[in-house]
């Protein structure tokens, strides 16, 4: 079954942007396994304001993969994007029964609580970039639930970034403890 992935930039205090949404200290001086993760995934699910950073690009950067923008208000004209609203739950079950490779959770922080919420995420790549922000968007927001993860690799680079890869532990939903 296709397994929803998180895979995500953070600074080391935990930032996914500065206090504007600026995103400028990302390091772009290497791949950082981005294009054998992107090959691995076959759908996009993001939040509107992670599409509309998306769109200061230039060019798409997601190719032709269907992507899935969550979204409260009215939905620009868009072919690339299907513009979704409200239940996250019975997207990712409609995406899992129809994709053959995973679905990329490409952020932010409201979306990622609300899968976190419902227990919708099966892996973490998180790559901890070597600096502080000291204010931004934060990679969770407050009152995520409390879920056990499982160490699955670390990759470190030359340039001080470390690649983290988590799975959820079986049977650890939100709100449950498990032991460690």
Known sequence: MPKVILFIATSLDGYIAGPAGEI???????????TPFFD??????????????????????????????????????????????GDAAGLIAGLRARANKNIWLVGGAAL???FLQQGLIDEFVIS???LLLGAGI????PGVPRLGLRLAGVTPFESGLVQLRYTTETGSKPGKRSRS
């Open 24 to 34: 400028d200290w990302l390091f772009h001086d290497a791949d950082y396994g981005y």
């Open 128 to 130: 901890v970039h070597p």
């Open 138 to 141: 934060p990679l969770f927001d």
């Open 40 to 85: 691995s995934v076959e759908v996009l699910v993001m939040g509107r304001k992670t599409y509309e950073l998306s769109l200061s690009f230039g060019e798409w950067p997601y190719g032709d993969k269907p992507a899935y923008v969550f979204t409260r208000g009215t939905p620009p004209d868009d072919a690339r994007v299907r513009f979704v609203a």
């Open 112 to 114: 990622v609580s609300t």
